[in-house]
Antibody, heavy 120, light 113 residues
Framework: EVQLLESGGGLVQPGGSLRLSCAASGFTFSRYAMSWVRRAPGKGLEWVSGISGSDNTYYAGSVKGRFTISRDNSKNTLYLQMNSLRGEDTAIYYC??????????????WGQGTVVTVSS | DIVMTQSPDSLAVSLGERATINCKSSQSVLYSSNNKNCLAWYQQKPGQPPNLLIYWASTRESGVPDRFNGSGSGTDFTLTISSLQAEDVAVYYCQQYYGGPLTFGQGTKVEIK
């Protein structure tokens, strides 16, 4: 069964850091582009960051310079290192698989999400 | 960045009636190499992750009921639910994957009238 399982969310103070993980199973992880997408309370979906199968990385302007996406194909795991966190980063963070493996394709598999709360 | 704008923000439709959601992109998302539009539609129910309904603007994902249909090209797209069912109550999003930062519409909330 194809599955994505996020972890690492929690409560952090403004200016703090968190690292999210997404464990993948049921498909050849290394061949697929992956992304992080978030949904803030009362807001819509926002793409955050993506990484291709060849490790090209992409970021939304709102997180560029603060967040870093990476992957460990030996562990079938996607990461999001989040630094200098702000209140507006409070959201449910989902990892998602790009169908057919290409960065320029829709998201066909989603994890259940992990909650990040930035508050003092 | 490509801006995606959905309309309406919300709509209430009677059971069995048609629901129509529009999505407009700030520039064309037609991919010249395959002549396909890089446009997807997702459904998100409360407490659940999004679910892919349609990709390439009009291709239904496996397992999606045939009452969900996508159409349009270039910059203007539509998701139609031909006969609304109770389980279709959700927020619907369009998304472009043509290039640059991947972007979503703001969402359309569909309710039962």
């Amino acid at each position: 069964e194809v599955q994505l399982l996020e972890s690492g969310g929690g409560l952090v103070q403004p200016g703090g850091s968190l690292r999210l993980s997404c464990a993948a199973s049921g498909f050849t992880f290394s061949r697929y582009a992956m992304s992080w997408v978030r949904r803030a309370p009362g807001k819509g979906l926002e793409w955050v960051s993506g990484i291709s199968g060849s490790d090209n990385t992409y970021y939304a302007g709102s997180v560029k310079g603060r967040f870093t996406i990476s992957r460990d194909n030996s562990k079938n795991t996607l990461y999001l290192q989040m630094n200098s966190l702000r209140g507006e980063d409070t959201a449910i963070y989902y990892c998602a698989n790009h169908r057919r493996g290409s960065y320029n394709d829709a998201f066909d598999i989603w994890g259940q999400g992990t909650v990040v709360t930035v508050s003092s | 960045d490509i801006v995606m704008t959905q309309s309406p923000d919300s709509l209430a439709v009677s059971l069995g009636e048609r629901a129509t959601i529009n999505c407009k992109s700030s520039q064309s998302v037609l991919y010249s190499s395959n002549n396909k539009n890089c446009l997807a539609w997702y459904q998100q129910k409360p407490g659940q992750p999004p679910n892919l309904l349609i990709y390439w603007a009009s291709t239904r994902e496996s397992g999606v009921p045939d009452r969900f249909n996508g159409s349009g090209s270039g910059t203007d797209f539509t998701l139609t639910i031909s006969s609304l069912q109770a389980e279709d109550v959700a927020v619907y999003y369009c998304q472009q994957y043509y290039g640059g930062p991947l972007t979503f519409g703001q969402g359309t909330k569909v309710e039962i009238k």
